[in-house]
Nanobody, 129 residues
């Protein structure tokens, strides 16, 4: 069983920054593929970003490219999402997800919520205009 705990959400003005963290349990974190999804108010959950067990394998949805950066620290069993130039449309509950098996995949594969084995409880990000 893997537990994921997100933190770092909050209220920020448009143009501001936040860094989300997701701490994972488990002794083989370095082999996990990790992702961030978000669910805006009244909408379905959507893919934001993913990082394979190879840290250079990163993927982003088009709307956050150039603004968000995903990274991982295997020594701390933690994945991060640095969010810059935030916009009101980034307002959502942000969820961390873990896929605990398999080779590095394409970005399209990582965007499918159904492939992930574990999910965190979510952290609220609110961007005011």
């Amino acid at each position: 069983q893997v537990q994921l705990v997100e933190s770092g959400g909050g209220l920020v003005q448009a143009g501001g920054s936040l860094r989300l963290s997701c701490a994972a349990s488990g002794r083989t974190f370095s082999s996990y593929h990790m992702a961030w999804f978000r669910q805006p108010p009244g909408k379905e959950r959507e893919f934001v970003s993913a990082i394979g067990w190879s840290a250079g394998n990163t993927h982003y949805t088009d709307s956050v490219k150039g603004r968000f950066t995903i990274s991982r620290d295997n020594a701390k069993n933690t994945v991060y999402l640095q969010m810059n130039s935030l916009k009101p449309e980034d307002t959502a509950v942000y969820y961390c997800a873990a896929l605990t098996r398999g080779p590095n995949y394409s970005g399209t594969y990582y965007s499918r919520p159904g492939i992930y084995d574990y999910w965190g409880q979510g952290t609220q990000v609110t961007v005011s205009s």
